[in-house]
């Protein structure tokens, strides 16, 4: 038996009800993107009453296989405009698992501003005013409220920026000791989250009952082949040493790393800042630097970080790739240790930091301080936190920051901010972010992975490896993976269906699991059709397909009726 | 023969190319929307290189019947994303028109910024740079070009707010002897002409040749039958004595002024601000002052005014409904010279006064002034022409401002700001609102004309009369007639095939007129909807939804089925 909770934020009445059969089918990405469809007006306003947050664990999330703990929050985006599912390891989501809840959906908004928290625990679920916790850092949160609920419990929360309903906002997850903070970053769910008055939500599972799984044995057997099968993979061990930053390097060999606003791809000082750069600092700083640290419980690979001051006192944790890229090359910026430093504010403010990474790119193409400013850009971001004129505007993301500032270059699509991989140089990507009901979202299927079997410049192969990628993702969202256990999957795609057989006893082939991927995707952008934000509105930004960037010196220059083939051509016999 | 001048602010060049017979069939309004359909990629960046910026007179420009001045600015709007036309008095469109041009389209964007002034005369088109006039305020850039290009030639131009792009701003134009500036405002239009690197356009028409008219006497006879239509209609009298604000009281008398951020539909101020007021005003001041003054020569209707301060001097001309009203009541602010003077640093800052107001009273709801403030509201006004970054949130317009600030009341339908009938109290103006290709606005078809005979908060009747409104703005729109000419064509529409056929020796019928109607309205929706911008995707603002508006506390209660029926009905015998 699996609980929908939900959540009214202006009647402050809270439901338990029991998951129909259709919804036990869902979970994750899959989940939010069947209850946006069912439930909110696809053109309602993103932060009005008609937009409802939503939590959702993947379809493994309540077993101990590993890795499932990554859990999907969703809404309408703030950003985008469309659907919006962004998913996040630390403690939490595991723990609303545990609680046999399959969707805990945050409704309507409140009469007047407050600053609320959910406490969801075995038997009771509560929603209380703490207003001493209004426009408090994300830290500062989580320590208020380890003192009053305990170390055990999961806790999510906002920033101040999400409090402001600010697009850029993020919803931030502590993981198990609150060393580090990991973020449903994208699209703009801490707005949302802040729109409904909720600051925290806090899960203590202490009373969470094992759930009823079909087939336990299998299910532990496949368990263990999947952990054999990360552990054998090549990749597992680079990523346990370097974390995400493992790519820098060959991002900035293949140029496509963002630097200064998009004008280049590649940054003069990448060895200064790529992952084993990281690595050595580590371990040269000593103190409560750690490398090869997990997010969340259990994870085999453990990707993540803490990264000290000079002094070995924790700057941030964990830093990667994207909010390297965004804050660091893309403003010119080439110190670790101011990088690292910009992170832990986005992270303490509550935003994106790719959103916010490129906003302030965007701010420094616009002359408001120069390229490689590091003081400039901390007090950027304090500004957002503070709600200053101009901090309202970063903190409402990449595009807002374009218009309002009157600056053309600005590297978004569908209202949301490009990662790390510019598609002029990836162009794999370029259909991804532009096809995606997502927008410009890597984990929405990443062709940097495949970059060395499809030419990343070349036009061949794109659309279909696109395809490919996004329905594989779609797949792992919904069951709670994370996007780093795709090796084993590759291999051997059939796990898949060995899991669902083994937690829930479905007969289910490899075919069937990719018709979830399909179904993920084709309800997301049904949502979209009916919101007004079909791909096919949102091109590649302009100056994409003029300015050719170096060294590479590409153009973007697949049209948009080459990709939006993406959702027409034949399904490949293997996603993997 | 026609011309169709195309001016490429990148490269420089200027070329002019005969109409074709289709061109021919086109003018005002209509042309616009077939040449954005044809010519302009529907999902492209407004500011960007793939917009074009389009003026045209109407299909009667060239004529000498009265009103026919009127001139449509087109392009893809930076508020809207969709189509935009936005007509305009004031001297320079009879000029184009006498110098048989169809259309200026503005091209492309240059690569570097510029303040370029382009020249038009009869056989020479040049575009200059002018520094000096970089960052000036409308009436210095007029003053300027006088100077430079002496006192007959027409004055097109933006203010700083438009060379910032910022998407409020409007294009102004300056009257036969520029006591007054008249703005083609809606839209951000005015941004559209800033990304071209365009301050200004100069015409002059010393060297037109009269057009060959296919029948003059039937023309002039026509034409006399309007005058003497115009003259004989009860409202035409009023609306020269008391101007556009002779409606204000009725408007507070209905319940639909829009008042402290359209939280209300009376305000307590009305008397203060109302027509009769302000021309006992002109009367008392005298000076400057001037109560039914022409805003182009030979209107014979003349419902502008020169609105003076206590000395004489003159304030702003022309003080109008709307501006009053947003500037006005929207902002709680009930001196009429404030207004005036608020009006006035719209004109020269050279943003539309409904988009400014309404984000002024955006601002206010979000606390940065309260409401009534009337010398901090100037002050928001003077930070657009200076670029604060307040001043830019705001200069972006009533979206933009609410988004920023954290406001969900916003009055705004498909990104543009609601003018001053509030539809929760004139439901007619909502369906207008929704379903017009325009967005919100009151011009594309304005039930307030028909507030005696369908019931403003009553549900019948309102998409009908939406309908008619919408195709006979359309065909005005198309004609270049002021839309103030309504009356005598609703006594007698053949007027318009009789029009026509002696300008241009067309065999037209009232039937086909309508279809030209219904043909801008079409060739419009299908730009949108290649745009992605159709009107089923924008609703009401939830709030009016919800909040019922006092004093006859009536709800927006049409649904969005029944508002989209607007394109279904059965073409009326009658559109007027």
Redesign the interface.
Known sequence: MKWIIRVNTRTGNISKQEASNEEMRWGGRLLISKFLLREVPP???P????NKLIFAPGLLGDTSVTTTGKFSVGGKS?LTHGVKESDVGGEAGKKIARLGIKAVVIED?PEKAGTKVLTIGGDQITLSEIPELKGKFVSETIRFLRKRFGREVGIICIGPAGE????GAGVAVSDANDIQVRYAARGGLGAVMG?KGIKAIVVDDSEAVAPQVFDEPLLREVSKDLVQAILEDPKTENRHKLGTPAILMMANELGLLPTRNFREGQFEKAEAICGERIVEVIAERGGDGRSGTPCLRGCVISCSNVFPDPSGKKTVASIQYENITLLGPNCGIGDLDDIAELNQLCNEVGVDTIETGAAIGVAMEAGIIPFGDAEGAKDLIRQIGRG???G??LG?GVV?TG????V?RVPAIKGQAIPGYDPRALKGNGVTYVTSPMGADHTAGNAFETAKTVDPIGRDNQVENSRRLQIRAAILDTMGLCLFTRPPFVKNPNLFALFLKGRYGWNVTYEDVQKIGLDVLETEREFNRR????E????I??FMR?ESLPPRNSVYDLS?EEMQQVWEVKIPNSVF
Chains 1, 2 share one sequence.
């Open positions: 053109t309602c306003d932060l009005g009453r008609h703030p908004i402001m309903k600010m697009a729109s200053t004129h101009l309202r505007i409402n807002i218009r309002v500032l009157g053309r919101a007004g934000v079909s096919e509105f949102f091109d930004p302009e003029e948009m």
